[in-house]
């Protein structure tokens, strides 16, 4: 019987360190990727979007003076990059970020975040007109047009400049699977926190039964411990290993592979602080099964001299 009991404990434990693992993961996703203020400090300290809005930029101009496209087509990619600043992209970049992170938390029922394009209708057209006035072949060699009837006509094309960009619908239309992503990730994290609760009162209620009160704490405790030992050695070999040439070697990315490495390294950092925590707990339940185990052990030696007394 007592065979079988501690092979059942085994198990439970081997069982709740996975699920463990799980668990702070989860913990670590909700305080990093499901955090606004997470990408505020990203943002500003590794400055990314300026980053990035440079980068494609660079890339942008290598590609169009080396790919066959007339010298309009290249002028009105120019023109929305001017029209389009970083500091512009940021901040809307963010406020949909918001949204998707309440929507996924359940603080929302929907998307609804606007993007209003139309105020940069006008930034746009005069980055048209200056450009095609650098053209001297257009008022020389094409006769009744002029750079300001080229930007009218290019802006009566682009409609889209002159709506209002509902997120939520956009992704639903164009990118119906990302919505069924978010609407899944919503899902999870709803049920998560009481799947969790749940699990963690289970088995420690089971392991208490298999090893008395003090025993049980002591199977849970060190379960907790291993747990969050492990996961914490996995992060910080993780952080240490992970470096620019790692990044490179992924693939095309528009972001210099130090950036995306510092990042993946804070992120891993912070995450890192979960596990630490969750080990400290269980060295505390350690402790108090301890200490029961010993009160209990110290109240049956004294109800044994109690009973040779009388």
Known sequence: MKFLKIFLLVILAIFFIFFSFVYMLGV????????????????EEYNIFENLHQN????????????????ETKLVNEALVKTFSPEWIE???????????????????????????????????????????DLDYINNDIEGLNPEALASEILAEMDFMQEDIYIGE??????????????????IR????????????IVLVIMCLLATLPGGFNWYGASMLIAGAKLFAILFLSNHFI?????????????????????ISRTTSQIMVIPLVYGAIGILLIIIGTLLKKAKKKRTEDVLEDYKVS
């Not at 709803?190 to 009162?201: D, H, K, L, N, R």
């Open 28 to 43: 670590g996703v909700d305080r990093t990727l499901l955090n606004i203020d997470y990408y505020e400090n990203i943002v």
């Open 56 to 71: 494609l930029r660079d890339e942008f101009l290598v590609e169009t003076q080396e790919s066959p496209v007339d010298k």
């Open 190 to 201: 709803g049920y998560f926190p009481i799947i969790a609760y749940v699990t963690m009162g």
């Open 170 to 187: 956009v992704v639903e239309e164009e990118a119906p699977e990302i919505m069924e992503f978010l609407d899944s990730a919503k899902m």
């Open 243 to 263: 470096n620019s040439s790692m990044i490179q070697e992924v693939g095309d990315i528009p972001l210099e592979a130090g950036v995306v490495a510092s990042v």
């Open 91 to 133: 901040e809307q970049s963010l406020i949909i970020l918001e949204d998707v992170i309440l929507y996924v938390k359940g603080d929302k029922e929907e998307i609804d975040t606007k993007i209003n394009l139309s105020e940069k209708e006008d930034k746009y057209k005069e980055a048209l007109i200056q450009g095609f006035s």
